[in-house]
């Protein structure tokens, strides 16, 4: 067990055998969660709730994650304290809802905070603590590994490559497989070639042969991909990130700070449709960006290729 995550243990072992803490919403939505792990094998009950069933998976754990967050804002401990403090300054910063309100959507947002921002020396998230912390809270093993899934996940730059059926065609700007998605907000793409920065997040049953685009598309209007494959490695290679490793994965992962993917879609954001939203610009220039520090944050025109 982790360090933060030793110290929320005793805090929250002392605080409900005092009935400091009620767990009531928490069992409710492990109890759901449970029902629906058994029920989704046969794929017939999230149909029926109108859920794809490997995205209700992801949607059921996401909400006990949730709930168990609020747990833990009960605790006093100094160390979650820093969480949430620098998720109320984003929140309060950005205000993630959806456009027109702000760019950032919720279900970016909740990633991040869930599994993206982290503290220590051994890079703690809130779902690293939640998941430290699964047999104490009688977590079945099957919803720790989904957890443990989403833990792992991250933002990416995929190029869109067309449809398979219901599934659009994914592959990541510096891959070479291509991965067939589920997209629940119902963005198909517009033509091959069209770059993605999105959350997919993987098969966790044999049944599921595709993953799940757990956030709202935003479309890279501009610049091409050659430029942004220029970029990445300019800024992997110039040692910036704030991990120990330099990858792909640490940068799209953890920025270069806290905020540094949502400033850039905040000053990206040219505009949106209900299943899809646009930006434009590279975050390492500025002049590229529509509404860098400089400028407007918002505009109201969209590119006529894409009216």
Same mark, same amino acid.
């Given at each position: ?5 030793? +110290? %929320? ?5 002392? $605080?409900?055998?005092?009935? @400091?803490?009620?767990?009531? #919403?928490?069992?409710?939505? +492990? ?8 029920? &989704?094998?046969?794929?017939?009950? #999230? ?23 609020? @747990? ?33 959507? +919720? $279900? ?14 051994? +890079? ?19 919803? %720790? ?16 490559? /067309? ?14 497989? @291509? ?6 907000? /119902? ?5 091959? /070639? ?9 098969? &966790? ?5 595709? $993953? &799940? ?16 494959? #220029? ?23 953890? /920025? ?19 299943? &899809? ?8 220039? $500025? ?21």
């Amino acid at each position: 067990m982790k360090k933060i995550a030793a +110290k %929320v243990l005793k805090r929250l072992n002392k $605080s409900t055998v005092n009935n @400091v803490i009620d767990l009531k #919403a928490y069992r409710q939505q +492990k109890t759901a969660t449970e029902d629906l792990f058994k029920q &989704v094998i046969t794929a017939e009950a #999230a149909f029926n709730a109108g859920y794809d069933p490997l995205h209700a998976i992801y949607i059921h754990t996401q909400n006990l994650l949730s709930i168990l967050v609020e @747990v833990l804002q009960a605790i006093p401990e100094p160390a979650l304290s820093r969480f949430f403090n620098t998720v109320e300054a984003a929140d309060d910063a950005y205000i993630p809802s959806s456009p027109p309100m702000s760019p950032l959507t +919720k $279900s970016y947002f909740s990633c991040w905070l869930l599994f993206d921002m982290s503290i220590g020396l051994d +890079k703690e998230t809130l779902a690293t603590i939640i998941i430290d912390l699964a047999k104490p809270l009688g977590l079945h093993p099957s919803m %720790v590994g989904v957890m443990q899934v989403m833990q792992d996940s991250r933002m990416g730059i995929y190029e869109f490559m /067309g449809r398979q059926g219901n599934h659009v065609l994914l592959k990541e700007l510096t891959g070479h497989t @291509v991965i067939p998605c589920f997209c629940p907000a /119902g963005y198909k793409g517009a033509q091959p /070639g069209e770059l993605w920065l999105a959350r997919v997040l993987p098969p &966790v049953l044999e049944s599921f042969d595709y $993953s &799940v685009i757990f956030t709202t598309p935003y479309v890279l209007l501009s610049p091409d991909k050659n430029s942004w494959e #220029a970029y990445l490695k300019r800024t992997i290679s110039a040692k910036k990130t704030r991990t120990t490793a330099n990858s792909l994965e640490n940068l799209l992962k953890y /920025g270069l700070s806290d905020n540094y993917w949502h400033e850039y879609i905040f000053q990206s954001y040219v505009n949106y449709k209900t299943d &899809v939203i646009y930006l434009q610009g590279l975050p390492d220039v $500025s002049s590229s960006r529509p509404h860098n520090t400089d400028m407007p944050r918002f505009s109201s025109l969209l590119p006529d290729s894409h009216s």
